[in-house]
């Protein structure tokens, strides 16, 4: 199954590529939207991937062998929010580029000022 | 004597304190502190003429080895006392001449602050600080060169003297540093005492020629001597100060300074002279020529400066005896000269000399002057630079190298001196008044009060030559470090060198008489030299300048062009190589893990995602992009929740939900996707796009082997329910170990939040 999430890691940085090289700004935003998802993926991949064996512990369970590893995924929650974060702002922007230039085209963004 | 430079620090500050009604005082108060200073260092004389050198070292960074060391020698006294006698009569000289124009406290503040480093720089026995003071007099230079900064061509000659020197400076740094890297040390006592390895070392070359550019622009030897000409612009005492009797010796004095360490090389003794040589021909041929009384001192100074290198190169007792003495005439007759030529530009309001003439009849007492300063510069007894004349012909018959060459270039050289000299004082002084030159000078009767003293040293020293042995005689031990018995004469009996003395003034005088009878053959001249010497370095220099800024610009065009996506390009296309650089040489390409696509409903749901991802990156429909990225996100999810990351999934869920809201809230004010970039584009995109994602998939495969410090995820599993009594360990790591963390992510939502807030919020006000 590594395998498989590995190539579905690549695709999402792929379609991330495409969409930020993009001219429409909303395209960009996705863009942006895939490779942090895309990267969420990657760390989480790379501590190894435990079906069903949650991070849950009690005073008799010690074994960290057995279960997920709980450092990557404390890792990537934080990444998610920030991503969420930075998504909100840039979609936030767009609307007030949007309303000023009325255009969607990265290109048309010639001047410092509107 | 660190007292001393910061005095001069405060002072130049202090003089934007006094107040305006006083402030006319300024100068004059400046002049004061030079005469104690002066004073001051001639108490020192004695001890320094019997030997004894002052030095008052302070560490500054012992660690880098850079210390602050002030040393007070023969060499170095001679040149304090010039600076601060000449700096003394300059500022009396100020007072009177800067009275007519506005912001001179601003002058008179970089003109001190000149005079400060100057002194630093000639009192410098460690070379990184002589380095700075160096620099520092550069800068002023620059300062004091666009003073009239409403001139165009004073921003442009001073920029480009900044440029030059700035140039010259560079060199000499890296020259400092590659001796330093040889001796392990800055300190001028360690390289003296070091020097015999300095030689022998291959650094030595480089770091010759480096000094040697560094002096060679400092003291505006060909072919760097064009900045000096720009420099002209100046107010005529910085002209005075600066480019005469100062900052352009700076350059000798470190050639005298770094005498004993580098010289007596045979490539000291060729580079040199050569050099020398070629800066006094050329000077003075030039100078015949010129109609701008400020130019004709200029060139006459440019060859004047080209003697005192020919003669420090030149590696004999008698050369460098020579030109210590020379220094002193130089610095009498020029700065008296400049400051003349002030007083008659303020007289005629004019610099040209075809406009001035009979200068005689409305002040007597500036022909007196001129004349003396003139007659030093041609060389005629009984002037110091009679002396200093016959030294140098003297040292250039002793000379072991070329000395025939030598002897005729600097016969001819002096021809034109003569001439020159001859040329001026008739030219200005004599023949018809030529405009209103009638009035007497009033007020500017005291602007002859500092080129008369000057005047007068020329012709006292001249007479009594014995005064000056004091001066030179220890210059002279410390830097040819043996010792030099010096007497200086008038009278040297009839030997070959009195013969060609008088050789050069007959033919001086012959070549003066011919030119001032038949006029015309000036013109002439101009114009034929306008012709042989077409290349005009001013012009060489900023055409060289603009194409190299045009050069500059296209260059920065073609990779700061200012499209987002080309730089994404650049990142993505070098990120991409340097990973498979890094994939290649230290993991390998065999892949450890095995193809499976058991558990099915996993495998099926990844197909479902890369679908979607496929569908969000090609639809032409803006919904259905939308739409199709939920589903990655949520699909992600649930790989996340199948994989034991049960708050990693819930996040998702809430945050893939709260995104999709905003989106679609958003979608309903956006325009639909157009087309907006051609097929060949996309295509290109497109590679670029799945080259990386290859690439991305092989790293993912290859992370999975790579092992996260266990002793960390441990050490949270082991100590979630003890010590934070927490079963959940992601959620434990989130709010209790790494608690500060989570503070910070929260804060960076507030800020985006705020942002959010800021940005709709302006366009409501707005309307």
């Given at each position: 199954m590594e395998i498989l999430l590995s190539a579905l890691t690549g695709l999402l940085y792929a379609g991330g590529v495409y969409l930020i090289l993009r001219r429409s700004i909303l395209k960009f935003i996705i863009g942006i939207i895939f490779m942090s998802n895309a990267t969420n993926l990657l760390v989480f991949l790379s501590a190894g991937i435990v079906p069903g064996q949650p991070a849950f512990v009690d005073d008799?369970?010690?074994?960290?062998?057995?279960?997920?590893?709980?450092l990557p995924q404390a890792l990537v929650l934080t990444a998610i929010v920030i991503g969420f974060g930075i998504v909100v702002f840039t979609i936030a922007l767009k609307y007030k580029f949007f309303k000023t230039t009325s255009t969607d085209d990265q290109d048309q963004l010639t001047n410092t000022d509107a | 004597m660190f007292i001393i430079l910061i005095l001069y620090l405060v002072l130049a500050f202090a003089l934007f304190l006094i107040p305006t009604k006083l402030s006319k005082f300024n100068s004059l108060l400046i002049a004061l502190f030079h005469l104690c200073l002066f004073t001051f260092f001639m108490t020192h004389l004695p001890d320094v003429t019997a030997g004894k050198s002052i030095d008052i070292s302070y560490q500054w960074i012992p660690q880098l080895g850079l210390n602050l060391v002030l040393k007070l020698d023969g060499l170095s006294i001679v040149f304090v006392l010039l600076i601060t006698f000449i700096g003394f009569l300059v500022f009396i000289y100020a007072n009177t001449y800067m009275k007519?124009?506005?912001?001179t406290t601003k002058f008179f503040f970089y003109l001190t602050l000149f005079s400060g480093a100057m002194l630093g720089l000639v009192l410098s026995a460690d070379f990184i600080q002589l380095f700075m003071f160096w620099e520092l007099t550069s800068v002023l230079s620059f300062l004091l060169i666009s003073?009239?900064?409403?001139n165009e061509q004073a921003r442009k000659a001073a920029f480009q003297s900044l440029f030059v020197t700035g140039f010259g400076g560079l060199c000499l740094f890296v020259a400092i540093i590659l001796i330093g890297s040889i001796?392990?040390?800055?300190?001028l006592t360690d390289w003296m005492e070091k020097a015999h390895i300095i030689k022998e070392d291959s650094r030595y070359l480089p770091a010759l020629i480096l000094v040697l550019i560094g002096i060679f622009t400092k003291s505006a030897?060909?072919?760097?001597?064009?900045w000096l000409l720009g420099a002209m612009q100046a107010p005529t005492p910085v002209s005075a100060f600066?480019?005469?009797?100062t900052m352009v010796k700076a350059g000798i004095f470190l050639l005298a300074r770094l005498y004993p360490v580098l010289g007596g090389t045979p490539e000291w003794t060729q580079i040199v002279p050569l050099f020398g040589a070629l800066t006094m021909l050329t000077g003075s041929y030039l100078a015949i020529?010129?109609?701008d009384i400020k130019l004709i001192l200029a060139y006459t100074t440019i060859s004047a400066l080209g003697v005192l290198v020919l003669l420090l190169g030149m590696d004999t007792k008698q050369s460098v005896k020579a030109a210590m003495v020379f220094l002193f005439v130089h610095a009498f007759y020029k700065s008296a000269l400049f400051m003349l030529a002030g007083f008659i530009t303020k007289q005629t309001?004019?610099?040209?000399v075809d406009k001035i003439g009979g200068l005689i009849q409305s002040s007597p007492m500036s022909f007196v002057i001129a004349m003396i300063a003139l007659f030093s510069m041609a060389g005629?007894?009984?002037?110091?630079g009679f002396i200093g004349k016959e030294l140098i012909y003297e040292a250039k018959f002793d000379s072991p190298w070329l000395s025939t060459v030598l002897l005729i270039i600097g016969v001819t050289s002096n021809i034109f001196m003569v001439t020159i000299a001859f040329l001026f004082l008739f030219e200005v002084f004599l023949g018809k008044a030529k405009g209103?030159?009638?009035?007497?000078?009033?007020?500017?009767?005291?602007?002859?009060i500092s080129p008369g003293i000057l005047a007068l040293l020329s012709l006292g020293f001249g007479l009594f030559p014995d005064l000056l042995t004091q001066l030179v005689g220890p210059a002279l031990n410390i830097i040819r470090s043996d010792d030099v018995q010096i007497k200086l004469k008038l009278w040297h009996g009839l030997n070959q060198v009195f013969f060609l003395s008088v050789f050069t003034v007959i033919a001086g005088i012959s070549l003066f008489i011919i030119i001032y009878r038949h006029q015309q053959i000036i013109k002439v001249w101009q114009r034929v030299n306008n012709r042989l010497f077409s290349i005009n370095f001013t012009k060489v220099f900023s055409t060289g300048l603009d194409k190299f800024i045009a050069f500059s610009r296209k260059n920065t065009h073609l990779i700061q062009h200012g499209y987002n996506r080309y730089y994404i390009i650049t990142i993505i296309a070098f990120t991409s190589i340097l990973l498979v650089f890094q994939l290649y040489f230290?993991?390998?390409?065999?892949?450890e893990s095995a193809f499976t696509l058991q558990p099915f409903y996993i495998s099926g749901l990844v197909f479902i995602i890369m679908l979607s991802v496929l569908m969000s990156v090609l639809s032409k429909n803006s919904l259905f992009t939308i739409v199709a990225m939920a589903v990655t996100g949520y699909g992600i999810s649930l790989i996340y929740l199948y994989y034991s990351a049960v708050d990693l999934a819930i996040t998702q869920i809430i945050i893939e939900t709260l995104m999709v809201v905003m989106f679609v809230l958003l979608l309903r004010r956006l325009p639909k996707f157009v087309k907006l970039s051609s097929r060949n584009t996309k295509i290109r995109d497109a590679l670029i796009a799945l080259g990386f994602g290859l690439i991305m998939t092989v790293l993912a495969l290859k992370a999975i082997h790579v092992d996260f410090n266990p002793s960390i995820s441990d050490y949270f599993v082991q100590n979630?329910?003890?010590?934070?009594?927490?079963?959940?360990v992601v959620n434990v790591i989130l709010v209790d170990f790494r608690a500060l963390d989570t503070l910070g992510e929260i804060t960076v939502l507030s800020i985006a939040a705020l942002g959010v807030f800021t940005l709709l919020n302006v366009k409501k006000t707005k309307k």
């Open positions: 008799t369970m010690k074994d960290a062998e057995l279960m997920a590893d709980p | 007519s124009y506005t912001g003073y009239f900064n409403e001796v392990d040390s800055y300190s030897q060909f072919p760097f001597h064009f600066l480019h005469s009797a020529t010129q109609i309001g004019t610099r040209s005629l007894p009984p002037m110091l209103g030159t009638k009035k007497p000078p009033g007020l500017y009767k005291y602007l002859l230290t993991r390998g390409w065999e892949i979630s329910a003890l010590k934070a009594y927490g079963k959940n």
